[in-house]
Protein backbone atom coordinates (compact mmCIF):
# COMPACT_ATOMS: atom_id res chain seq x y z
CA UNK A 1 0.00 0.00 0.00
CA UNK A 2 1.13 3.52 -1.07
CA UNK A 3 0.84 6.47 1.52
CA UNK A 4 2.24 9.52 2.45
CA UNK A 5 2.91 11.14 5.54
CA UNK A 6 2.48 14.87 6.42
CA UNK A 7 1.85 17.28 9.15
CA UNK A 8 -1.96 17.90 10.22
CA UNK A 9 -3.48 21.29 10.17
CA UNK A 10 -7.01 22.91 11.21
CA UNK A 11 -8.80 21.57 8.13
CA UNK A 12 -7.95 17.62 9.49
CA UNK A 13 -9.43 17.95 13.23
CA UNK A 14 -12.65 16.82 12.48
CA UNK A 15 -11.26 13.63 10.07
CA UNK A 16 -8.80 13.14 12.92
CA UNK A 17 -11.39 13.11 15.60
CA UNK A 18 -13.74 10.65 13.52
CA UNK A 19 -10.98 8.53 13.37
CA UNK A 20 -9.61 8.30 17.23
CA UNK A 21 -13.42 7.94 17.86
CA UNK A 22 -13.91 5.24 15.90
CA UNK A 23 -10.55 2.97 15.56
CA UNK A 24 -8.73 4.02 18.93
CA UNK A 25 -11.40 2.60 21.68
CA UNK A 26 -10.42 -0.61 23.72
CA UNK A 27 -10.17 -1.82 26.98
CA UNK A 28 -6.93 -0.28 27.28
CA UNK A 29 -7.11 3.23 25.75
CA UNK A 30 -8.40 6.08 28.11
CA UNK A 31 -9.93 8.45 25.54
CA UNK A 32 -12.24 10.79 26.74
CA UNK A 33 -14.07 12.48 24.13
CA UNK A 34 -14.06 15.81 25.40
CA UNK A 35 -10.54 15.66 26.25
CA UNK A 36 -9.74 14.11 23.19
CA UNK A 37 -11.48 16.80 21.11
CA UNK A 38 -9.69 19.64 23.56
CA UNK A 39 -6.46 18.27 22.42
CA UNK A 40 -6.81 17.96 18.78
CA UNK A 41 -8.21 21.23 18.66
CA UNK A 42 -5.18 22.26 19.83
CA UNK A 43 -3.85 21.69 16.06
CA UNK A 44 -5.83 25.18 15.27
CA UNK A 45 -3.25 27.55 16.98
CA UNK A 46 -0.26 25.05 17.17
CA UNK A 47 -0.54 23.63 21.10
CA UNK A 48 -0.80 20.30 19.73
CA UNK A 49 0.78 18.57 16.79
CA UNK A 50 0.08 15.77 14.59
CA UNK A 51 1.64 13.51 12.20
CA UNK A 52 -0.50 11.70 9.45
CA UNK A 53 -1.07 8.72 7.25
CA UNK A 54 -3.17 9.05 4.35
CA UNK A 55 -3.33 7.29 0.85
CA UNK A 56 -5.73 7.83 -1.90
CA UNK A 57 -8.56 6.41 0.32
CA UNK A 58 -8.03 9.07 3.21
CA UNK A 59 -6.62 8.98 6.44
CA UNK A 60 -4.88 6.14 7.80
CA UNK A 61 -3.79 7.18 10.77
CA UNK A 62 -2.06 9.73 13.29
CA UNK A 63 0.35 10.43 16.49
CA UNK A 64 0.03 13.75 18.06
CA UNK A 65 1.66 15.04 21.00
CA UNK A 66 2.22 18.48 22.38
CA UNK A 67 5.22 20.01 24.39
CA UNK A 68 5.24 20.11 27.87
CA UNK A 69 7.29 20.20 31.49
CA UNK A 70 4.73 17.80 33.44
CA UNK A 71 7.22 14.71 33.46
CA UNK A 72 10.16 17.09 35.69
CA UNK A 73 10.05 14.13 38.51
CA UNK A 74 11.27 11.86 35.64
CA UNK A 75 14.05 13.95 34.32
CA UNK A 76 17.36 13.63 34.45
CA UNK A 77 18.98 16.43 36.74
CA UNK A 78 20.93 17.87 34.15
CA UNK A 79 17.56 18.67 32.16
CA UNK A 80 15.01 19.04 35.05
CA UNK A 81 13.79 22.19 33.70
CA UNK A 82 14.00 21.42 29.95
CA UNK A 83 11.31 21.42 27.83
CA UNK A 84 10.05 17.98 27.41
CA UNK A 85 7.35 16.69 24.61
CA UNK A 86 3.99 14.12 25.49
CA UNK A 87 3.39 11.77 22.78
CA UNK A 88 -0.58 12.28 23.54
CA UNK A 89 -2.18 9.75 21.12
CA UNK A 90 -1.24 7.12 18.32
CA UNK A 91 -4.16 5.71 16.23
CA UNK A 92 -4.23 3.59 12.70
CA UNK A 93 -7.70 2.54 10.85
CA UNK A 94 -8.38 -0.83 11.47
CA UNK A 95 -8.37 -1.59 7.71
CA UNK A 96 -4.76 -0.58 8.02
CA UNK A 97 -3.40 -2.03 11.42
CA UNK A 98 -0.28 -4.30 11.31
CA UNK A 99 0.95 -2.97 8.23
CA UNK A 100 3.87 -0.41 10.39
CA UNK A 101 2.20 2.78 9.63
CA UNK A 102 1.55 3.70 13.56
CA UNK A 103 5.42 3.10 14.49
CA UNK A 104 6.59 4.53 11.06
CA UNK A 105 4.88 7.05 12.42
CA UNK A 106 6.04 7.43 15.71
CA UNK A 107 9.85 7.30 14.31
CA UNK A 108 8.72 10.42 12.19
CA UNK A 109 7.16 12.47 15.10
CA UNK A 110 10.54 11.45 17.47
CA UNK A 111 12.68 12.77 14.71
CA UNK A 112 10.44 15.96 14.00
CA UNK A 113 10.60 16.61 17.72
CA UNK A 114 14.69 16.11 17.91
CA UNK A 115 14.58 18.98 15.24
CA UNK A 116 13.19 21.09 17.20
CA UNK A 117 15.93 20.66 19.74
CA UNK A 118 13.63 18.53 22.63
CA UNK A 119 15.45 15.69 23.95
CA UNK A 120 13.15 14.14 26.21
CA UNK A 121 10.25 12.75 24.57
CA UNK A 122 7.41 11.00 26.83
CA UNK A 123 4.79 8.37 25.80
CA UNK A 124 2.34 6.05 28.30
CA UNK A 125 0.18 2.81 28.08
CA UNK A 126 -1.63 0.66 29.79
CA UNK A 127 0.36 -1.73 31.28
CA UNK A 128 -0.91 -4.56 29.32
CA UNK A 129 -1.40 -3.02 25.95
CA UNK A 130 0.73 -5.35 24.49
CA UNK A 131 0.60 -4.24 20.79
CA UNK A 132 1.20 -1.04 21.90
CA UNK A 133 4.32 -1.62 23.62
CA UNK A 134 5.56 -3.41 20.58
CA UNK A 135 5.16 -0.25 18.56
CA UNK A 136 6.71 2.03 21.31
CA UNK A 137 9.55 -0.74 21.35
CA UNK A 138 10.06 -0.18 17.93
CA UNK A 139 10.59 3.53 17.94
CA UNK A 140 12.72 3.49 20.52
CA UNK A 141 11.14 4.08 23.73
CA UNK A 142 12.04 2.45 26.88
CA UNK A 143 9.63 1.57 30.08
CA UNK A 144 11.00 3.62 32.75
CA UNK A 145 7.50 3.81 35.33
CA UNK A 146 4.44 1.62 36.36
CA UNK A 147 2.00 2.83 38.46
CA UNK A 148 -1.60 2.41 39.52
CA UNK A 149 -4.19 5.14 37.65
CA UNK A 150 -7.28 3.57 37.85
CA UNK A 151 -9.00 6.57 36.74
CA UNK A 152 -7.64 6.36 33.45
CA UNK A 153 -7.26 2.68 33.40
CA UNK A 154 -10.45 0.93 34.69
CA UNK A 155 -9.79 -2.33 32.95
CA UNK A 156 -6.87 -5.19 33.50
CA UNK A 157 -4.11 -4.35 36.01
CA UNK A 158 -5.60 -0.41 36.35
CA UNK A 159 -1.68 0.67 35.81
CA UNK A 160 0.01 3.03 33.38
CA UNK A 161 3.28 2.65 32.32
CA UNK A 162 5.48 5.57 31.46
CA UNK A 163 8.02 5.29 28.64
CA UNK A 164 10.56 7.96 27.33
CA UNK A 165 12.34 8.13 24.26
CA UNK A 166 16.07 6.85 24.55
CA UNK A 167 19.13 7.28 21.50
CA UNK A 168 20.01 3.86 20.15
Known amino acids: ?18 LILE ?61 QAYICEAVTHRDAAGQGI ?11 IQAAGIVDIYIDRHEQNAASAGMMRKAGFVEIATFADPERRPNGSRRTTLCRWQAP
Not at 6 to 16: G, K, T, V
Not at 55 to 77: I, K, Y
Not at 102 to 108: D, F, H
Open 1 to 18: MQWQQRAANAADIEALLA
Open 23 to 83: HGPNPWNHLPPAEVTAHLQGIADGSSHALLAEDEHGLLGFVSHVRTQRFRQQQPASRADAE
Open 102 to 112: GSALLRQVVAD
